[in-house]
């Protein structure tokens, strides 16, 4: 019995440290404001690149507001499944059909996003900037046809996010400069879905998009929510 214990509390005492060093997986579900070149699907389409250009004074990953939210929140990076210009729903610009880059679309395959502990959504952008329409709320039963619209779109995404990762905390980082419309309805269907909401404020942007300065404020936004 008393070598029982023994080796009992040996091994307690060799796997603690261990188990005390894992840190959680993160994992990044975005458009372009969470992209960077080398760090995302090679199909996905990407903003953020190391080669300096007119658009963005973001030239390297350390940077982004993700890569600094994993360094100094002590995580450790999943998948970055981030695709410029993506649309929550399956419009896009010019009433295009974006099916194929959706949110909507990418939350349904299963293991696109890895095996997280902890998944941070940054979409909506796109949506607002292509004026979707927002449509219904709809929680179960969605068609097709629903899905072109931006309220059921959110809701279904949540759906499988929550269906595909369950015990997977969820964050949902919301811009700021958006419509009314979108600020409610994402506000609304966070609620419905016990998703972690976090709203951006005073973030710097060059064409839409955050700088060097906007990713810092970004990132500190983020930590401060998770804490």
């Keep these: 019995m008393k070598k029982t214990l023994l080796l009992l509390f040996l091994t307690l005492t060799l796997t603690m440290p261990a188990l ?14 969470s992209t ?14 190391a ?12 940077q982004t507001w ?6 100094e929140g002590g995580y450790k990076l ?24 959706s949110f909507v679309t990418r939350s349904a395959m299963l293991g ?6 902890i998944i941070l959504i940054c ?3 796109n949506d607002n900037w292509a004026n979707v329409q927002m449509g219904e709320y709809k929680y179960k039963d969605w068609k097709r046809g629903d899905l072109y619209y931006f309220r059921p779109a ?28 979108v600020n409610k309805s994402v506000e609304t269907i966070c609620k419905h879905y016990n998703v972690k909401l976090i709203k951006l404020h005073d973030i710097d942007k060059m064409n839409g998009h955050p700088t060097v300065k906007g990713m810092k404020s970004f990132a500190e936004q983020v930590l401060a929510a998770m804490k």
Excluded at 39 to 45: L, R, T
Excluded at 78 to 101: L, M, R
Excluded at 168 to 176: D, H, P, R, T
């Design 20 to 33: 005390a060093q894992i840190k959680p997986t993160v994992a990044i579900f975005g458009d372009s404001y």
């Design 36 to 49: 960077f070149e080398g760090f995302i699907p090679k199909e996905n389409a990407i903003w953020y690149k």
């Design 51 to 62: 080669t300096k250009q007119k658009s963005t004074d973001v030239t390297s990953v350390e």
């Design 66 to 71: 993700w890569w600094q939210v994993i360094k």
């Design 78 to 101: 999943g998948v970055n499944d981030a695709w410029s210009g993506s649309t929550i729903c399956n419009t896009g610009y010019n009433d295009d059909d974006y099916t194929n880059e």
């Design 112 to 117: 696109r996003l890895g095996n997280p502990d």
């Design 123 to 125: 979409g909506g952008t």
């Design 154 to 181: 959110m809701a279904k995404m949540f759906d499988n996010l929550q269906k595909h990762y369950p015990n997977v905390e969820l964050y949902f980082i919301l811009n700021s400069e958006l419509k009314d419309s």
